[in-house]
């Protein structure tokens, strides 16, 4: 028989419930704060879902009635410089901090509600209503709140999506020498969810003072937890990353202060990571004013013994016992704050003209649709005194260097000059820089801030979202293949790219992302994928596709001065091992963005390409005998490519082709050729050709993966035709 022993977590997981001494030791001016905090959220949500029953909320309301106890208990235990963030179901969350900042000594429960106050009621209502006061200009709605200089950092739309954000916030703060902690809202649903476990595990790796603070409120929408998970105690999920948890009544908002006290002081003393699990219950449907058991998933008796232990009237009746308000005195609160409210609320109405007694909107308060763009991405501003130099503008001395050399050298360049450069990714600190060597020696140069992640692509690119969302650090994440993308999708997509533009377009994102290319690598369909596509298809991130050592040095220093993510597509075994001159003395100029560079002139076709296909398609012409025209696109993103080059060009030669290597379905070309035809209909006397890889994925066969690939052989073929050079009708092989 082998002999058994019973494990132990690593980590403390615990329960907290007050005592009638808790309540009787508690602040008097505390107990104050909490029920003058509590009421004005509630009349908030109330006013919120009346609105919202009159049409006049545009889509989801998600009410916080009943949970108030979780935000105010939790909340006031924060110092102003720490930062949260959550998710759809906030407002109350948002408010507390809110309150926090205007009101740092806290509210008094007998006082008349300062204008500081009253203004976070009014801005707020108008958010969630979608006007301009709003603090996001109504473009973030009830489920993107955020006031960055109060630290509320943004609410959240997708579950879980905020969390590993928090993270971001949590490494900033402890690296610059300070004790604030991040706090991270989320609720029962987002326990299952890869990204928060992610992040689980990447901050008890680096010991990071983040608190996952779970409001179990019992439902995922209509799903129990029992349905949805084996261990329906979600704190803990947090021992097996040997992260300290408590589970606590959320419905008891003393008990939630002092399970976050505890929680605080830990990740002050250096202890890293906290989960707090609050108990608490929704009283209404996922969104708007309707019961949830009007939709059959819940009984009317749960939701009455919920509502029985309401924190409000937990707060109210310790209060009154202790002879601190008295019942009078609590209903003139409750006068007050539905005042206010009734305030905020007439700020935004007028009586309807079409009658019948309703209200709407005050028209003038809606924002401007002409500004619908705006705040997408900087207007490049900060770019404004740059360096800018070209190949030809250098006259001194130049040497032959190795691309993926050339990418180590800027970098440790870069870092050297900036210590808010951060580098993050796989390996990146490990096998002398990577599998391929691109950060060969910055761990040694600055090891606090050359950070080897798990592998963990969700969780790594949203904390560098946090970070650049923070500003105090510029992180530039290593993606090792372009395919990892997907891996990555909420974070980069949702997330790190319409962050800026979703919360009022006001705060910058600094951050560069290099996504390695690994085409011609042999490694496959999941790791061959050019991602130019992609990263184009979506709103908010610039793409810089560099060709040459050169052009990579003054477009990573761009990228990195630049307020908004960067995508740096790097390709492996076409690029990284090609050499180029570059200069000896000079690693700092740039290359602006939104120049293209013609590699070749040429009268009778423009040949429009970037990356590998760029030597691909001069050697096509070489061998062809046509006279093309080659254009490296060098910034592909729709608000950063060259149309002045592109269109000069295309006026000259009347034609155009598009080369790419990567698969058909993922084109890049696909938008590019569209936008052609529209701006430049009239010069074209042919139709855009395109040459991309094929439909399929490359494989790992080696005669596979080139049959996958555009070649010289396939842009020679097409730039043949398109000048009608050959009679065959038929395109040729790899091409479209």
């Given at each position: 028989?082998?002999?058994?022993?019973?494990?132990?977590?690593?980590?403390?997981?615990?329960?907290?419930?007050?005592?009638?001494?808790?309540?009787?030791?508690?602040?008097?001016?505390?107990?104050?704060?909490?029920?003058?905090?509590?009421?004005?959220?509630?009349?908030?949500?109330?006013?919120?879902?009346?609105?919202?029953?009159?049409?006049?909320?545009?889509?989801?309301?998600?009410?916080?009635?009943?949970?108030?106890?979780?935000?105010?208990?939790?909340?006031?235990?924060?110092?102003?410089?720490?930062?949260?963030?959550?998710?759809?179901?906030?407002?109350?969350?948002?408010?507390?901090?809110?309150?926090?900042?205007?009101?740092?000594?806290?509210?008094?429960?007998?006082?008349?509600?300062?204008?500081?106050?009253?203004?976070?009621?009014?801005?707020?209502?108008?958010?969630?209503?979608?006007?301009?006061?709003?603090?996001?200009?109504?473009?973030?709605?009830?489920?993107?709140?955020?006031?960055?200089?109060?630290?509320?950092?943004?609410?959240?739309?997708?579950?879980?999506?905020?969390?590993?954000?928090?993270?971001?916030?949590?490494?900033?703060?402890?690296?610059?020498?300070?004790?604030?902690?991040?706090?991270?809202?989320?609720?029962?649903?987002?326990?299952?969810?890869?990204?928060?476990?992610?992040?689980?595990?990447?901050?008890?790796?680096?010991?990071?003072?983040?608190?996952?603070?779970?409001?179990?409120?019992?439902?995922?929408?209509?799903?129990?937890?029992?349905?949805?998970?084996?261990?329906?105690?979600?704190?803990?999920?947090?021992?097996?990353?040997?992260?300290?948890?408590?589970?606590?009544?959320?419905?008891?908002?003393?008990?939630?202060?002092?399970?976050?006290?505890?929680?605080?002081?830990?990740?002050?003393?250096?202890?890293?990571?906290?989960?707090?699990?609050?108990?608490?219950?929704?009283?209404?449907?996922?969104?708007?004013?309707?019961?949830?058991?009007?939709?059959?998933?819940?009984?009317?008796?749960?939701?009455?013994?919920?509502?029985?232990?309401?924190?409000?009237?937990?707060?109210?009746?310790?209060l009154i016992r202790r002879k601190i308000m008295t019942e009078e005195e609590i209903s003139q609160l409750r006068a007050?704050?539905?005042?206010?409210?009734?305030?905020?609320?007439?700020?935004?109405?007028?009586?309807?003209?079409?009658?019948?007694?309703?209200?709407?909107?005050?028209?003038?308060?809606?924002?401007?649709?002409?500004?619908?763009?705006?705040?997408?991405?900087?207007?490049?501003?900060?770019?404004?005194?740059?360096?800018?130099?070209?190949?030809?503008?250098?006259?001194?001395?130049?040497?032959?260097?190795?691309?993926?050399?050339?990418?180590?050298d800027v970098m440790a360049r870069r870092m050297d000059q900036n210590p808010a450069i951060v580098v993050l990714g796989?390996?990146?600190?490990?096998?002398?820089?990577?599998?391929?060597?691109?950060?060969?020696?910055?761990?040694?140069?600055?090891?606090?801030?050359?950070?080897?992640?798990?592998?963990?692509?969700?969780?790594?690119?949203?904390?560098?979202?946090?970070?650049?969302?923070?500003?105090?650090?510029?992180?530039?994440?290593?993606?090792?293949?372009?395919?990892?993308?997907?891996?990555?999708?909420?974070?980069?997509?949702?997330?790190?790219?319409?962050?800026?533009?979703?919360?009022?377009?006001?705060?910058?994102?600094?951050?560069?992302?290099?996504?390695?290319?690994?085409?011609?690598?042999?490694?496959?369909?999941?790791?061959?994928?050019?991602?130019?596509?992609?990263?184009?298809?979506?709103?908010?991130?610039?793409?810089?596709?560099?060709?040459?050592?050169?052009?990579?040095?003054?477009?990573?220093?761009?990228?990195?001065?630049?307020?908004?993510?960067?995508?740096?597509?790097?390709?492996?075994?076409?690029?990284?091992?090609?050499?180029?001159?570059?200069?000896?003395?000079?690693?700092?100029?740039?290359?602006?963005?939104?120049?293209?560079?013609?590699?070749?002139e040429g009268a009778e076709v423009t040949v429009l390409t970037y990356l590998s296909m760029v030597q691909e398609s001069?050697?096509?012409?070489?061998?062809?005998?046509?006279?093309?025209?080659?254009?490296?696109?060098?910034?592909?993103?729709?608000?950063?490519?060259?149309?002045?080059?592109?269109?000069?060009?295309?006026?000259?030669?009347?034609?155009?082709?598009?080369?790419?290597?990567?698969?058909?379905?993922?084109?890049?070309?696909?938008?590019?050729?569209?936008?052609?035809?529209?701006?430049?209909?009239?010069?074209?006397?042919?139709?855009?050709?395109?040459?991309?890889?094929?439909?399929?994925?490359?494989?790992?066969?080696?005669?596979?993966?080139?049959?996958?690939?555009?070649?010289?052989?396939?842009?020679?073929?097409?730039?043949?035709?398109?000048?009608?050079?050959?009679?065959?009708?038929?395109?040729?092989?790899?091409?479209?």
């Amino acid at each position: 028989m082998p002999s058994t022993k019973n494990l132990l977590p690593a980590s403390p997981w615990v329960e907290i419930r007050t005592t009638r001494k808790d309540w009787d030791a508690a602040d008097p001016a505390l107990l104050g704060n909490m029920i003058a905090q509590a009421h004005l959220i509630r009349a908030f949500e109330e006013t919120v879902l009346d609105l919202a029953g009159q049409k006049l909320v545009n889509g989801p309301a998600h009410s916080s009635i009943g949970q108030e106890g979780g935000a105010v208990g939790s909340i006031i235990a924060l110092q102003q410089a720490d930062q949260i963030n959550g998710s759809h179901r906030g407002h109350h969350q948002f408010l507390s901090k809110a309150f926090g900042f205007v009101a740092p000594d806290g509210l008094d429960p007998q006082a008349e509600f300062s204008d500081d106050v009253q203004t976070i009621l009014e801005r707020a209502l108008a958010e969630i209503c979608g006007l301009a006061s709003g603090y996001c200009g109504g473009r973030g709605g009830s489920m993107h709140l955020q006031w960055k200089e109060a630290g509320a950092l943004g609410t959240n739309a997708i579950v879980g999506g905020a969390v590993p954000f928090a993270a971001g916030f949590a490494w900033a703060g402890k690296h610059s020498d300070t004790d604030a902690v991040s706090v991270t809202y989320f609720g029962d649903g987002a326990m299952n969810i890869g990204s928060v476990l992610e992040t689980l595990n990447l901050a008890s790796a680096w010991d990071l003072p983040v608190c996952f603070f779970v409001e179990n409120n019992q439902y995922a929408v209509s799903t129990t937890v029992e349905e949805s998970t084996g261990e329906p105690r979600l704190s803990a999920r947090a021992l097996g990353f040997n992260i300290p948890s408590w589970q606590v009544d959320g419905m008891d908002p003393l008990a939630v202060h002092l399970a976050m006290e505890q929680a605080v002081a830990h990740m002050r003393a250096g202890g890293g990571p906290t989960m707090i699990e609050a108990n608490v219950y929704r009283y209404f449907h996922q969104n708007g004013p309707i019961a949830g058991s009007a939709f059959g998933y819940r009984e009317k008796t749960e939701e009455q013994e919920w509502r029985e232990r309401d924190p409000l009237k937990m707060l109210e009746a310790n209060l009154i016992r202790r002879k601190i308000m008295t019942e009078e005195e609590i209903s003139q609160l409750r006068a007050r704050a539905k005042k206010a409210m009734s305030v905020a609320s007439s700020s935004l109405l007028e009586p309807n003209p079409a009658g019948g007694g309703t209200q709407r909107i005050r028209p003038e308060l809606w924002p401007d649709p002409a500004t619908i763009n705006e705040g997408i991405r900087s207007d490049l501003a900060e770019l404004d005194s740059s360096d800018y130099k070209e190949a030809a503008d250098f006259e001194g001395k130049t040497e032959s260097r190795k691309f993926v050399d050339v990418v180590a050298d800027v970098m440790a360049r870069r870092m050297d000059q900036n210590p808010a450069i951060v580098v993050l990714g796989e390996d990146v600190h490990k096998l002398n820089g990577g599998p391929r060597g691109a950060t060969r020696g910055l761990k040694q140069l600055f090891p606090d801030r050359v950070l080897g992640t798990p592998i963990s692509e969700a969780a790594f690119t949203g904390l560098a979202g946090g970070l650049a969302l923070d500003g105090r650090y510029v992180p530039v994440v290593e993606l090792m293949y372009a395919d990892f993308l997907w891996v990555a999708a909420d974070q980069v997509f949702n997330q790190i790219g319409k962050a800026r533009h979703m919360f009022g377009g006001k705060h910058d994102m600094n951050l560069v992302m290099r996504i390695k290319v690994g085409t011609r690598t042999g490694y496959g369909s999941q790791h061959s994928m050019d991602p130019a596509g992609a990263m184009a298809s979506s709103v908010g991130w610039r793409i810089a596709a560099p060709s040459t050592p050169l052009d990579y040095i003054g477009m990573m220093n761009t990228a990195l001065a630049c307020n908004d993510p960067v995508a740096m597509l790097e390709h492996d075994a076409d690029l990284y091992k090609t050499f180029g001159d570059i200069p000896v003395d000079d690693l700092d100029f740039r290359i602006p963005i939104g120049s293209a560079a013609i590699r070749r002139e040429g009268a009778e076709v423009t040949v429009l390409t970037y990356l590998s296909m760029v030597q691909e398609s001069l050697d096509a012409a070489d061998k062809s005998g046509v006279d093309a025209e080659v254009v490296d696109l060098r910034w592909l993103d729709p608000a950063s490519i060259d149309w002045a080059t592109i269109g000069e060009s295309i006026k000259k030669t009347n034609r155009v082709m598009i080369v790419e290597q990567g698969s058909r379905g993922t084109s890049y070309g696909a938008w590019l050729s569209d936008e052609i035809q529209r701006r430049y209909f009239d010069w074209l006397d042919a139709p855009i050709e395109r040459v991309t890889g094929s439909e399929s994925s490359p494989s790992i066969s080696r005669i596979l993966e080139a049959a996958a690939l555009a070649n010289v052989d396939d842009v020679a073929a097409s730039m043949r035709q398109i000048v009608g050079l050959t009679n065959s009708d038929a395109s040729p092989e790899g091409a479209n």
